[in-house]
């Protein structure tokens, strides 16, 4: 459900109703029916609900909106757009009772709607967001953030951190490990030979030295442990080259060493429509690439775009696990 | 003419023999003849040529290749693709020949080819490149770098710098005045009330200081400064959101703080045609936004697009400048 002050609700509503969704996947809402009974209305949604509390109880062949309902939930609706601790907290059940259906195999797969950083804090949770969450929660010490817009897909390195700091953090044995996933995700998209290029940090990835030594230092040791492991993997590549070849297909994921390295170029290609995966988890787990976007929550405005690719990504790398399996 | 020994002679030579180019302007080449006769002949081109010392002797109304003969070139041939240390120091005597034509009124504008870095210092040259080397020519103390691709304007805060320097290079009053030479410039584009658009340095520009606090404490002061003094000016904002607006006409043109947040959108969306200008200085200057790509000369593949784009784009500036004299 994700946090109900913003518009992650609508965004779900919005995206399940649409034939690409439809068509492909039966969407267990798990969350507060309180929030969508009456967004059902106020979108002119025809949608009967379906209420539950264990997911034994779901009747998967019927047509409509099935929430599996999570304790605690406050007994009041949220203001859009206005940070609300108990609604945060509520998200963060939501994601866990999620994980846990996942996991255990009642569902294929998990995608998650925007929650609130500040929120999740003051409700005490001591997470970044979803991905180290889940992380925490399946255990996994060994994962990544890859977001895909359009035919580019990126891995990266660093994420929520100053830009002053990306340097220091550079690690060789992270990167070789970032590589790994990424060439197992991209496997699991059927992709039989995965080709991964790795950017520079610097400009001109360095130039040889002129403008930084990570290429050298840190950035192409773990090119070569894992050229001489058999992966297909070319770089340091210079970062304003690399997305353009990206783009025209002659690679099939990139390893970014900073947020926005890999963000300007995604949401160029796709504004309103990236996803973000987590690779290393023991489930398939997506969410649309936006935030709560509380300043256009409650209106109805919201574009439910990119949960829709969310979604499709989920039910497509879920389908093609199974069929490995 | 540039560096000899790189792509620099071949991408003039096609870029004028161009109707784009032929149509709009008369252009005359500073470097050596030795140099191009034998292009013109393995090229095929038919293009009668004609050798100058001085610039009142050019025959500007008839057509064909008219070279202005720096003095001191080398009596051999570059080997394509090898760096030379003696048509490295000709090409920086044909920048400063070039600079000064301008500068007198001889020529309406300069646009360069591709240098070699190290191959200038070879030749004993204390300089980045042409940008530094013609700021200090003209004396100019305040100038800037702008790249210009397809719909796509930004002017560089730091350049050649590794990307772990460029939080402690920001300087306010250095962003006010990129600020300042970015209006002058897109007024110079006829552009009446230029919209500049501003980038954060960090993840979603900081998000509040939870990564990184230059936003608030550099570039924030920077942008209130210049809208006190009524300039339009947006900012500090999120990278990744950034350019999905200028592309879109949003903005006239973004101020970024490091080389691959401009680059990497900028050859997204104009891999093969990007221009730069520089700002600041007293006459139009213009070049490709590639190297001398030793890798591919003298096997006559080299694409013109970037240098006739700079040759137009000299051409739009240096008449646009003139009507309003």
Redesign the interface.
């Known amino acids: 459900m994700g946090d109900a002050a913003g518009i992650g609700p609508e965004v779900i509503l919005k995206a399940i109703t649409t034939s690409a969704v439809k068509d492909i996947c039966f969407p267990l809402i798990v969350g507060a029916p309180r929030v969508f009974a009456p967004l059902i209305s106020s979108l002119q949604l025809d949608l009967p609900l379906y209420l539950y509390r264990e997911p034994d109880q779901v009747r998967w062949a019927v047509k409509g909106l099935h929430i599996l309902e999570v304790e605690g939930a406050p007994d009041y609706l949220p203001s859009p757009g206005r940070e609300d601790t108990e609604w945060s907290r509520t998200a963060m059940i939501s994601v866990a009772r999620g994980a846990d259906l996942v996991g255990r195999g009642e569902a294929e797969a998990l995608v998650t709607a925007p929650i609130n950083?500040e929120g999740i804090h003051r409700a005490g949770y001591r997470f970044q967001g979803h991905t180290d969450y889940l992380a925490h929660l399946t255990g996994t010490e060994n994962y990544a953030m890859m977001l895909i817009g359009g035919n580019i897909r990126v891995v990266l390195v660093t994420?929520?951190?100053?830009?002053?700091e990306?340097?220091?953090l550079l690690d060789t044995e992270d990167i070789v490990r970032k590589i790994y996933l990424a060439r197992d995700a991209l496997l699991g998209f059927d992709i039989r030979e995965p080709r991964i290029a790795v950017a520079g940090?610097?400009?001109?990835a360095?130039?040889g030295g002129?403008?930084?030594?990570?290429e050298e230092e840190i950035i192409a040791p773990a090119i070569e442990e894992c050229r001489s492991e058999g992966i297909a993997v070319d770089g340091p590549i210079p970062?304003?080259?690399l997305?353009?070849k990206l783009?025209r297909g002659r690679y099939d994921a990139a390893i970014v060493m900073?947020?926005?390295?890999g963000?300007?170029?995604?949401?160029?290609?796709a504004?309103d429509r990236g996803v973000n995966i987590t690779l290393g988890l023991p489930f398939v787990r997506t969410s649309p690439d936006h935030g709560t976007a509380y300043d256009i929550a409650g209106r109805g405005i919201a574009n439910p775009r990119s949960m829709i690719e969310a979604i499709k990504t989920a039910c497509s790398l879920s389908l093609r696990g199974r069929s490995h399996s």
């Open positions: 950083k994420v929520h951190v100053p830009l002053r990306v340097s220091a940090l610097n400009p001109h360095g130039e002129a403008f930084g030594n990570e970062p304003d080259t997305f353009y783009a900073y947020h926005d390295q963000l300007i170029p995604i949401k160029m290609v504004f």
